[in-house]
């Protein structure tokens, strides 16, 4: 069976009678690291973003003109 890399796409054989190795689902260490390394990235961006809601700020507050 062949999967592919979630890193980079390049196939990576799968063998029942051989056991899977640590870096699994991808074809090396490397790239499971890459991957890891972007989501974590991802998180921290989101967690870093700050919107005037989280500042307790209505947008919709000074909208209102009645
Ligand atoms: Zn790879």
Redesign the pocket.
């Given at each position: 069976m062949r999967i592919p890399?979630r890193?980079?796409g390049?196939r990576v054989e799968t063998r029942e009678d051989v056991p899977l190795p640590p870096y699994f689902p991808?074809?090396?260490e490397r790239?499971r690291l890459v991957d890891l390394g972007k989501w974590f990235n991802e998180e921290f961006r989101v967690g870093r973003a700050v919107e005037p809601k989280d500042l307790g700020a209505d947008p919709d507050e000074g909208l209102r003109s009645d």
């Open positions: 890399c890193a980079c390049k991808f074809c090396s790239c």
